[in-house]
């Protein structure tokens, strides 16, 4: 049986932004919550790419990158991630070869298709108004930032280069660079089984990656208990229900806000659907889940995302499963 306390695990930060609360105040919570889970043993910290959203903060991940990298030590920081399309190859491999000289070893560069935006006009300001990328062009793009890192910007360390996919044509890719893959389970679990074995059967190696290396990131909520549980997670069950009605700029809700809310019977379905894929409860049954799922998946690594409402709460997730983890190493 796969043991946690053999595998590296990591978290990745979305950066929600309160109720009531300024995104001033959320950026600034960042050097906390990366000084932390350091603190806890987390193996690496890195940081998603949105815009244009009142729930979480568009922070571009690189100055978070930058921002978290000065204030800790140890922990490996970067991007989960740089969006290719909204950046020129040059601009990437300058912003990430800078860091990684400037902390040798600890910088990650993650890298993914997705616009980080459901706003169309914003969208296309990322662009300069070109038609979103297609496969081609991603390709092209992912692979010249690699060569770019290597060959003009030659700062004689390197970032370590990780492909986001969320399905078997982002899987495809990351195995014929020859690149990590870090698989978003928390965003389209259905997908990892086949993109899994789609990278791990297509892997060729290459100068960054000798063999299939696999991170799966899972959304995890952990509290003392399984109630305490569901209540932290209501504020994102709230924006998940409203993105199956079709509605993409609601803000993040408070967790009594969230108690409130009424959800149909469509939402609730989908809801323990996509939950039960992922990782939610008190330590015993988050601790028992993540060792299923890195057994399932052959898992190298995993990163957790937690989004939850209040910093100290995140934390509190974060500290539960270290403890676990500690403590039992499986379930």
Request: include cysteine.
């Amino acid at each position: 049986m796969t043991s946690l306390t053999s595998l590296p695990v990591g978290a990745l930060e979305v950066a929600m932004v309160q109720t009531g609360a300024r995104a001033a105040d959320t950026v600034r919570d960042t050097a906390d919550f990366a000084r932390a889970v350091e603190e806890l043993g987390c193996s690496r910290l890195w940081y998603a790419e949105h815009h244009h959203s009142p729930a979480i903060g568009a922070f571009p991940p690189v100055v978070l990158t930058a921002h978290a990298a000065a204030s800790t030590s140890r922990i490996r920081i970067g991007s989960g991630g740089v969006l290719a399309p909204n950046h020129a190859p040059l601009t990437v491999a300058e912003q990430f070869g800078t860091l990684a000289a400037l902390h040798p070893d600890r910088i990650d560069l993650g890298i993914g298709r997705g616009p980080g935006t459901f706003h169309e006009p914003t969208a296309r300001a990322l662009r300069r108004g070109a038609d979103p990328t297609t496969d081609d062009e991603y390709r092209a793009d992912v692979a010249q930032t690699l060569r770019l890192l290597v060959d003009e910007v030659a700062l004689g360390t390197f970032p370590q280069p990780w492909l986001l996919a969320s399905s078997t044509a982002g899987a495809a890719l990351a195995a014929d660079l020859g690149l990590p893959l870090a698989f978003a389970h928390h965003i389209r679990p259905d997908h990892t089984e086949a993109g899994l074995a789609h990278y791990r059967d297509r892997f060729t190696p290459s100068r960054w990656c000798e063999r299939p290396r696999v991170l799966l990131c899972v959304e995890t909520v952990c509290a003392e208990t399984d109630e305490e549980a569901d209540r932290l997670a209501g504020p994102m069950d709230v924006i998940k229900a409203g993105l199956l009605q079709g509605r993409s700029e609601s803000p993040f809700p408070t967790p009594e806000e969230a108690a409130a809310h009424s959800f149909t019977a469509g939402e609730r379905r989908a809801l323990a659907g996509f939950k039960a894929q992922q990782a939610q409860g008190d330590p015993a049954t988050v601790g028992k889940r993540l060792t299923e799922l890195a057994e399932a998946t052959d898992a190298d690594e995993l990163l957790l995302a937690t989004p939850v409402y209040a910093l100290a709460d995140r934390l509190t997730s974060f500290a539960l499963v270290a403890e676990r983890i500690r403590s039992t190493g499986v379930a």
